[in-house]
C-alpha cells in the first residue's frame, strides 16, 4: 500500500507559477515497487487527463498542452515535484499525483486526494 499526499496547490495570476509536490509513504517495499509517478488534472465536468508522468528510469511524458511550461521532476524515491510555469486559465483543475508499483507482474495504482489550482485571467 501506498499513500499519497500532494501540497502546493492554490491561487495564481494567469503567468505565474506554481510548484506541486507528492510525497508517498507506506511500507519500504512498497515504496521500492514504485515505477512511475505523475500528475493527472480534472477540471469541472472533464475527465481526468494526464499532465506529465516520469519513470524510475527517467522517461518522461507530457501532455502537449503543457509542453515548454511545465516541469516534471523526482527528486527521490518517495518525492515527485511538477513546476508549472506561465500558468494559463485553461491550467485550473484539481492536480492529482499518481503512483504505479509494479511487484513482480502485477501492477497497482494508487491516488492522493488532489490540491486545487486556480489561475485567473
Known amino acids: 500500500q501506498v499513500q499519497l499526499v500532494e501540497s502546493g496547490g492554490g491561487l495564481v495570476q494567469a503567468g505565474g507559477s506554481l510548484r506541486l509536490s507528492c ?71 484539481v492536480y492529482y499525483c499518481k503512483a504505479r508499483t509494479r511487484i513482480f507482474a502485477a501492477e497497482s495504482d494508487y491516488w492522493g486526494q488532489g490540491t486545487q489550482v486556480i489561475v485567473s485571467s
Open 23 to 93: 510525497a508517498a509513504s507506506g511500507r519500504i517495499f512498497s515504496i521500492n515497487s514504485i515505477n512511475n509517478m505523475g500528475w493527472y488534472r480534472q477540471a469541472p465536468g472533464k475527465q481526468r487527463d494526464l499532465v506529465a508522468t516520469i519513470t524510475s528510469d527517467g522517461i518522461i511524458e507530457y501532455a502537449d498542452s503543457v509542453k515548454g511550461r511545465f516541469t516534471i521532476s523526482r527528486d527521490n524515491v518517495k518525492m515527485v515535484s511538477l513546476q508549472m510555469n506561465s500558468l494559463k486559465p485553461e491550467d485550473t483543475a
